[in-house]
């Protein structure tokens, strides 16, 4: 008889030994290898392999003309227009960020008569989530609740109910019985996620996974099935602030799109003029305040990044960052002290974006670095000013992609000037009342910016 294997699989990457060491061989990771009895292939277990069927892919019926509605245009943004039939997709964030609020409310807004929602719960039971859907005003008539971990059980379910949407929460705590490793594995979540792949596919059931990850996202879930589902979104944003981001990191079905929401009291409710929300507690007369256009997705943002350098007070200066990456910051004061003349060795620099929001990309250089000369010289941006920009290491203003959309979201928030790269060629005619500024390093714009900054 074939005898069970002992292996140990790492929670972080999924690597696989037969032998347990503290250390794993492939990312490094301590005390990341669980136990897990692997069983044999046996005969009685072991399906005999037949010739798959294969067809033109000119006979094949496209799916993508007709997707269901989530009532949510935010979330049919990030989606792509809304959801495919039988795709499988995965929203990921941090315990607590709202994603089990989020898909509670879509599972409502899709239920109909003849297809109900199933919202599976394997951490909460049907009285919690009752409450919950209470204190949301959801009267749940084609919203049915399943308390059920064995992920067997919720397929028979969903077969039995032929439900028009599936939310499964979360994926950490769903298992089989095949499989005698813990809830939360990487063996079990694999698994469990592969049998919710085949329902999805074979009965066209649109499905939500729910995964939770740490900020650096190791714990076992979404990392190690980004490749398995359809769609990955992940729900962003700070805990102590109410504004979220759905942002979409794959789409089989779709370009990669952000959405916006408000978490409130009653739910998830859709931003619809982010820009504006962002910009709406702008102090107008304060130094230190530059506003830049970034990029999620296709949508432009307008965004207030806050600065604030004050002489230190012991020998080394302080560098604190919420919002941008931390090396980005030092990389520009370095190009400010070098390129511009602003020496910044004996000041506490503090770098702020307005809102709770990530930014990323390297076009709110300009911003960053306005926002710090602004605080060093004491001297404010105009109100009805942004800027827009890359910084290179040689003091360069480098252009960015898709500037003329930027610049258009500015002038439709009712900016009247815009400092851009001179490299950018753009139609200086074509924004309204807005006044394009180009400038070719960082020493000019910080010039037009704020030595030049209107009363």
């Known amino acids: ?171 950490q705590t769903i298992a089989t019985d095949a499989l005698t490793s813990a809830p939360g594995s990487v063996s079990q979540v694999r698994e469990c996620t592969m049998r919710l792949m085949r329902l999805a596919k074979e009965q066209q059931f649109p499905i939500f996974v729910i995964g939770h990850v740490t900020k650096d996202g190791t714990v076992a879930g979404p990392r190690a099935l980004e490749h398995i589902v359809d769609v990955v979104l992940y729900l962003e944003g700070e805990r102590f602030h109410s504004y979220r981001l759905v942002r979409s990191v794959k789409n089989r079905f779709g370009a990669t799109e952000v959405g916006i929401f408000e978490m409130r009291s009653t739910g998830m409710v859709e931003v619809t003029d982010p820009s504006g929300i962002f910009l709406a507690d702008r102090a107008q007369r304060a130094t230190g305040s530059a506003v830049t256009v970034s990029l999620e997705g296709t949508r432009p943002l307008l965004v207030e990044i806050q600065a604030l350098a004050s002489p230190t007070s012991y020998g080394t200066p302080t560098r604190t960052v919420t919002g941008v990456d931390h090396t980005r910051v030092l990389m520009l004061l370095a190009v400010i002290g070098k390129r511009v003349g602003l020496r910044l060795g004996q000041h506490d620099v503090y770098v702020n974006v307005v809102g709770g929001l990530e ?97």
Not at 405 to 411: L, P, S, T
Not at 419 to 430: H, K, W, Y
């Open 359 to 455: 930014l990323e990309e390297p076009a709110v250089d300009l911003g960053i670095a306005a926002a710090i000369a602004s605080s060093v010289k004491d001297q404010r941006l105009g109100a009805d000013l942004a800027v827009i920009g890359e910084v290179g290491l040689g003091g360069e203003l480098r252009t960015v992609a898709r500037l003329e959309q930027r610049v258009r979201e500015a002038a439709r928030m009712g900016f009247r000037r815009c400092v851009v790269p001179r490299a950018s060629d753009l139609p200086a005619n074509e924004f309204g009342d807005l006044t394009l500024i180009p400038a070719a390093s960082l020493a000019e714009a910080l010039h037009l910016a704020i030595d030049e900054a209107r009363d």
């Open 1 to 171: 008889m074939p005898k069970t294997q002992t292996i140990y699989i790492c929670q972080q990457c999924g690597a696989m030994t037969p032998k347990y060491g503290g250390r794993c061989a492939e990312c490094g990771a301590w005390n990341s290898l669980v136990e897990t009895v692997r069983q044999p292939a046996t005969p009685a277990n072991t399906s005999h392999a037949t010739s798959a069927l294969a067809v033109p892919i000119s006979q094949i019926q496209p799916t993508a003309g007709r997707r269901i509605a989530t009532h949510m245009s935010e979330m049919d943004r990030v989606l792509g227009g809304g959801i495919v039939p039988g795709a499988l997709i995965l929203l990921g964030g941090e315990p607590g960020i709202g994603k089990s609020t989020l898909l509670l409310q879509i599972a409502a807004l899709i239920g109909t008569n003849q297809q109900p929602a199933l919202y599976v719960s394997a951490e909460e039971s049907p009285q919690q989530v009752k409450l919950r859907a209470e204190r949301f005003g959801i009267d749940g008539e084609h919203l049915y609740l399943c308390a059920e971990t064995q992920v067997e059980a919720i397929i028979d379910t969903a077969r039995n109910l032929l439900p028009g949407v599936i939310v499964i929460d979360s994926i």
